[in-house]
């Protein structure tokens, strides 16, 4: 009997690889003992919050024999917590962002849904620069999207702009951007989104539905070196940024986040009421109410980002005594290296005879690659040392 929608079990068994490494990684761990794997696979920040989340944990068990300290809220949040936000993006985005223009949502992953169930029609299309994370195309599918994937510049991982300029249609009604970039560690310059924004511009003449551009920015605190994270709501009108706090304030679990939709947009407001009204409707109804009291008292905090500094020169050490082709990642907390050979399944099995767990480029639509996460400890990075070197050997033999 068919139990479940041919869609659904489709998604199954073609799961995301990034979960097929982890599952990998619990049997090697078991059969080898932790401290012989070397689990690159998944991004599940393990630094601990900072010392304000444990605080305002404390301030905020103090109040919970108040009433409605659990209740019912507006469907867009806690009105003190979304004002508290906007000034939080409003510095970080410099632009001024009015508490008007904000969703506080269940996650990006929430943000992102209630966004596309808000503008897309069934048939319509999402670019996205590949690699790119893997659940996006699910979440275009769920509201009758389908997602195009744009393949970016080999190694350096640089925006396209002609391919994507080419991949424009009549169908196309979103460009998905993700910068600081998961997996590859890009960071869209300036001079990129300013270019991009002169072919979006192009192409909406005449146009009754705008393109979109929506970025999603869990990784904005996480760049390195000085570089620029470019805010695209003073490039480009017709943006809405999508974030979470589940890397910054290592709160992943807690599923909290927001839409931002530029106070620039005409008719702002029509779009942030669709997005209310999707949450809703969606079943998200609003975010969870002591992840937005958590959120409000924490903002400003962050995680210690000079450890996940030390993290990527020491990945870096040992992707360099191995001799492998990388671009340094410019931000978030990853690398995607080239794949020796060009078979980025099969070398990943190598890693794994080394008892080190990656992620094939594949799962990213970017094959010939693979993805290494650093949020782990700089202990295991180090240990992986004659791993690396021992699986290229085999790769090149």
Not at 85 to 103: C, N, T, Y
Not at 124 to 130: I, K, R, S
Not at 149 to 175: C, Q, W, Y
Not at 308 to 327: K, Q, T
Request: hydrophobic share 40%; charged share 20%.
């Amino acid at each position: 009997m068919q139990l479940i929608s041919k869609q659904i079990e489709g998604y199954m068994e073609s799961s995301s690889w990034i979960r097929k490494m982890f599952e990998a990684g619990i049997a090697m761990k078991k059969e080898f003992g932790e401290d012989a794997v070397c689990d690159f696979s998944l991004g599940n920040p393990d630094l601990p919050p900072p010392a304000a989340l444990k605080q305002a944990m404390k301030d905020l068990a103090e109040d919970a024999d108040k009433p409605f300290f659990l209740g019912y809220m507006p469907n867009f949040g806690y009105p003190d917590a979304r004002e508290a936000l906007a000034r939080q993006i409003s510095k970080e985005q410099g632009v001024d962002v009015p508490a008007d223009s904000l969703v506080i949502t269940c996650g990006a992953a929430g943000a992102l849904n209630a966004f596309f169930r808000a503008v897309l029609a069934p048939g319509d299309e999402v670019l996205a620069p590949a690699p790119y994370f893997v659940e996006y195309g699910f979440y275009c599918q769920n509201h009758g999207g389908k997602l195009v994937p744009v393949p970016s510049k080999p190694l350096t991982f640089e925006l396209d702009l002609d391919a994507l300029d080419a991949a424009i249609n009549e169908n196309t009604r979103v460009l998905l951007l993700n910068s600081p970039n998961n997996p590859t560690g890009a960071v869209y310059s300036r001079q990129e989104l300013s270019a991009l924004a002169e072919i979006l511009n192009k192409h909406n003449q005449g146009r009754e539905r705008p393109i979109f551009i929506l970025s999603d920015e869990p990784y904005r605190f996480l760049a390195f070196d000085g570089v620029e994270v470019p805010s695209l709501l003073d490039i480009y009108p017709y943006s809405v940024v999508c974030s979470s706090f589940s890397k910054n304030l290592s709160m992943a679990g807690e599923r909290i986040g927001y839409a931002c939709v530029n106070p620039a947009m005409p008719d702002k407001a029509k779009l942030v009421g669709a997005i209310i009204l999707t949450n809703r409707i969606l079943g998200f109804v609003n975010a969870p109410a002591l992840a937005q009291k958590l959120m409000m008292r924490c903002l400003g905090s962050q995680v210690d980002v000079s450890i996940y500094e030390a993290r990527r020169a020491a990945m870096a050490d040992v992707l360099d005594n191995g001799g492998y082709n990388y671009s340094m990642p410019k931000g978030t907390f990853y690398f995607f290296p080239e794949a020796p050979g060009g078979d980025d399944v099969a070398f990943c099995g190598l890693l794994q005879e080394e008892k080190i767990l990656a992620v094939p480029g594949t799962g990213f639509g970017y094959p010939g690659y693979f993805r290494l996460t650093f949020c782990i400890g700089e202990e295991v990075i180090k240990r992986s040392r004659d791993g690396f070197k021992r699986a290229i050997e085999k790769a090149n033999a």
